[in-house]
Structure formats: structure tokens, C-alpha cells
């Protein structure tokens, strides 16, 4: 998941600007006079954290998220599906300085394939492969960081997306369409594969499976009724019938492969376990014991299929997909599952630190606590590697060279 830089005690950091200036032992590294002194001494400070995958909504209330973010310690954010004008306003009143607030790289809307109903804003549908170039275009040139793909595209319009994302030099991310193999998003230039495909799709595990046609034939049809009209796609995708299935199949020549794949195409990963866990709980009132006994399965594989994934290679992200909870941010928490699930707490802090910036290509800049990068740090009171819910525990927040106070609020500044 990253080189790991082991510890280093007794250390004394400049921030000059929004620059880290010069970093030294404590002993021999005097702080410029008139310098803001924090006292770090028994304390631990880390690169400030991102979140990538949020959705901030609107401009009023992504505005009002802002100190909570980073009052939390979350000094960037990608927003994966927010209503596009108003998110790209966001996204240029914190790069201006109009507003403090983490830094963005934005979608605009999930792009899906034709619904029966209408969608919100954040969801644009597109009809055909025609539609979809000209919304990628047009997203394009609107200023979009990168085109966000969702779960319902029929394969040709999710392979329209990818060619004219290609031509246009715009990456683009998501889930993996029910009419997609994993194996085919990957070698399409997808850049991210979010909650191992989708919540209910669940097309990396399926693309695992001895019977990956059949299943991912389920899924379609599941999809397809409900889409004419039938019953929800949960009844099938949650059931008990389908998620054994998924597991039972698992077939570790068929993962390790397409391990590989992700690892040499830089497909990154970003599982929102705590996203899973309450899209879960969320169907539970509708869920025999015997689809609850099935999912505890699940969760069994979805921790297995990470180790493996680090294993091999593969890149990891923390991201969320879940709103601030009485102004709590949940990244907190995804880090703690994400070292429940096995992984080791350095490269989960790193999935939220070096991590976002050598997939967003900023890690000349941005990421780690060196010389001459963006001073974005997160001093805390408890050492993270011992327990990595002290990421909590936060002493003080260090936004591009200014220290947030905690009742910081993202007014002018």
C-alpha cells in the first residue's frame, strides 16, 4: 500500500507559509523567532487525512460540513456524486480562499443507465452511447476532476463513457455496472472501484467466483425486473440464496488473477466498509436469520479478499460514502475496520494520507510530512500505529499552513 517511513521521535517541524520549511531534532532545530510554538511533546503528528469518497451535496450544505471536516482532521476530500454547479462552487471557493475547507477534486453527477423514475441532481441518466459522450463532454469542459460511472450503465454506454473519458484525458471512477465484469472496468481505464463494486452488485466478488457468468446473470436479471417494474433487486441480492453462492464459489486462482490485473492497471480500491455495514443493517427488518447467518460469511470474505488484494499489490483507499454524524466524521471509523479486516494501522493511516495523494498524482506535493510539502498535518494526543482510534484523539489541525482552532466555522477569511 505504500513505502512504510517507520516513526521518528524527538522531532521538531517548520511550517513557513503553507510550506513545511524544515524538519530536525528537537534539539538542534530552533523554531523562527516570532513562530506560533505547539507543543508536541508526548504527542503524535501525522499528514492531515482524506476522505475519498464523500458526497457533500449542495453548495449550503457542504459549506456547513467544512470546520466539522476539519475540525476531524480531514484536510481533503473526493467527492464522488454531488449536484455539479453547486459542488464546482464549493471546489473554487476553497482553492480561491473564499472559504476554508479541505482541498476538493470533484465528479459532479453519478452517470446510470435509463430509470423508470426520476433522479435527484446528483444523478444524471444517460440513454445511449451517444448521450454518454456528449454528458462526458459536457462535464468536461464544465470542470469536473473526473467522471464518476454508475451501476445500472448497459455495457455499451459504460464502454462509451470510458473511450470518450480516454479521448478527453478525464479519469473516471466508480462503481462496476451489472453488465461489467470487474476484469473489463479494470482493463477500461477505470481508475477506482468503489464498495467492491456496488452494495448490492457486488461485481468484484462475483468476477471471483467458479460461476462468475451465472451469477452476474442474477444480478442483470435482478436489476432488469425491477427495472420493468418487478420487485426491488434487494429481495435477490441480499438473500441468502445469492450471497452463499458468492461466497461458496470463491475461487482463489480466478481472484489472485485478477489481482494481478488490478495491480498492474492501477485499479485502485476503495471498499467503504462502513458504508457496507449500514447498507446492511438498513435491509435487516426484511432479512430471514438465515440471509443475517449469510452475511456474516460475507463480511468473513470481504476481509479475507483485502488481504489478499494487499497482498498482491493491489492500492487502497479510505473512503466513507457516509455523512457526518453530530458533526463526527466517519473516516474514524472506516480506518478502524480497515485494520479490524487484517490490514496492518501504518498502511491504513496511509490510505488516508500517502495514499490519496499518489492516486491523485499529488505526491511531489502533498501527503507525507516532508520538506517543501503543503503543511497539512494532524497532531494527536495518542499514537496511531498503537491503536488506530487515535486518530480521534486530536490535539490540533494544520490546514495548509494555518493552525484550525476548534471552533474554526468555513467563514471568509
Do not use: C
Given at each position: 500500500m505504500g513505502q512504510v517511513c517507520?516513526?521518528?521521535?524527538?522531532?521538531?517541524v517548520?511550517?513557513?507559509?503553507?510550506?513545511?520549511?524544515?524538519?530536525?531534532?528537537?534539539?538542534?532545530?530552533?523554531?523562527?523567532?516570532?513562530?506560533?510554538v505547539l507543543d508536541g511533546a508526548g504527542k503524535f503528528l501525522v499528514p492531515g487525512l482524506r476522505d475519498m469518497h464523500v458526497h457533500l451535496g449542495g453548495y449550503d450544505s457542504g459549506k456547513k460540513t467544512f470546520g466539522q471536516l476539519l475540525a476531524s482532521g480531514i484536510v481533503g476530500v473526493r467527492d464522488m456524486a454531488s449536484p455539479v454547479e453547486e459542488i464546482l462552487r464549493l471546489r473554487t471557493e476553497t482553492r480561491n480562499g473564499t472559504l476554508l475547507g479541505p482541498a476538493m477534486v470533484v465528479a459532479g453527477p453519478i452517470l446510470q443507465g435509463p430509470l423508470p423514475f426520476t433522479v435527484p441532481a446528483l444523478v444524471r441518466s444517460v440513454a445511449d452511447g451517444a448521450e454518454a459522450r456528449r454528458t462526458v463532454d459536457n462535464l468536461k469542459a464544465q470542470g469536473v476532476d473526473f467522471i464518476k460511472v454508475g451501476d445500472t450503465l448497459p455495457h455499451d454506454v459504460y464502454f462509451a463513457i470510458a473511450d470518450e473519458s480516454r479521448r478527453l484525458g478525464i479519469p473516471f471512477a466508480g462503481?462496476?455496472?451489472?453488465?461489467?465484469?470487474?476484469?473489463?472496468?479494470?482493463?477500461?481505464?477505470?481508475?477506482?472501484?468503489?464498495?467492491?463494486?456496488?452494495?448490492?452488485f457486488q461485481?468484484?466478488?462475483?468476477?471471483?467466483?467458479?460461476?462468475?457468468?451465472a451469477l452476474s446473470q442474477v444480478a442483470q436479471d435482478a436489476l432488469?425486473?425491477?427495472?420493468?417494474?418487478?420487485?426491488?433487486?434487494?429481495?435477490?441480492?441480499?438473500?441468502?440464496?445469492?450471497?452463499?453462492?458468492?461466497?461458496?464459489?470463491?475461487?482463489?486462482?480466478?481472484?489472485?488473477?485478477?489481482?494481478?490485473?488490478?495491480?498492474?492497471?492501477?485499479?485502485?480500491?476503495?471498499?467503504?466498509?462502513?458504508?457496507?455495514?449500514?447498507?446492511?443493517?438498513?435491509?435487516?427488518?426484511?432479512?430471514?436469520?438465515?440471509?443475517?447467518?449469510?452475511?456474516?460469511?460475507?463480511?468473513?470474505?470481504?476481509?479475507?479478499?483485502?488481504?489478499?488484494?494487499?497482498?498482491?499489490?493491489?492500492?487502497?483507499?479510505?473512503?466513507?460514502?457516509?455523512?457526518?454524524?453530530?458533526?463526527?466524521?466517519p473516516l474514524h471509523e472506516e480506518l478502524v475496520l480497515l485494520v479490524k479486516a487484517g490490514i496492518p494501522p501504518m498502511e491504513v493511516l496511509q490510505s488516508a494520507t500517502r495514499n490519496p495523494a499518489e492516486f491523485l498524482g499529488t505526491l511531489r506535493t502533498e501527503g507525507t510530512v516532508e520538506v517543501g510539502k503543503v503543511g497539512d498535518l494532524v497532531l494527536l494526543d495518542a499514537n496511531?500505529?498503537?491503536?488506530?482510534?487515535?486518530?480521534?484523539?486530536?490535539?490540533?489541525?494544520?490546514?495548509?499552513g494555518m493552525l484550525i482552532e476548534p471552533d474554526t466555522s468555513p467563514q471568509a477569511r
Open positions: 517507520p516513526p521518528k521521535v524527538d522531532i521538531t517548520v511550517v513557513v507559509g503553507n510550506r513545511i520549511g524544515s524538519i530536525g531534532r528537537s534539539s538542534k532545530l530552533r523554531a523562527p523567532v516570532g513562530a506560533q462503481h462496476v455496472s451489472a453488465f461489467v465484469s470487474a476484469g473489463e472496468a479494470s482493463h477500461a481505464g477505470q481508475r477506482s472501484i468503489e464498495h467492491f463494486g456496488s452494495a448490492g461485481a468484484v466478488l462475483i468476477a471471483f467466483s467458479s460461476e462468475e457468468a432488469m425486473s425491477a427495472m420493468t417494474g418487478g420487485l426491488s433487486p434487494d429481495a435477490t441480492l441480499f438473500g441468502a440464496d445469492f450471497t452463499t453462492r458468492l461466497v461458496n464459489t470463491y475461487d482463489a486462482r480466478k481472484a489472485a488473477a485478477l489481482f494481478s490485473t488490478f495491480a498492474r492497471n492501477g485499479t485502485w480500491q476503495v471498499p467503504t466498509l462502513i458504508a457496507l455495514h449500514q447498507v446492511w443493517d438498513s435491509k435487516r427488518g426484511g432479512l430471514s436469520q438465515r440471509d443475517i447467518q449469510s452475511e456474516d460469511r460475507l463480511w468473513a470474505k470481504y476481509a479475507e479478499v483485502l488481504g489478499a488484494m494487499r497482498k498482491a499489490g493491489v492500492k487502497i483507499m479510505a473512503g466513507t460514502d457516509v455523512p457526518l454524524r453530530s458533526g463526527v466524521a496511531p500505529l498503537v491503536d488506530i482510534a487515535n486518530t480521534r484523539r486530536i490535539s490540533a489541525v494544520i490546514r495548509s
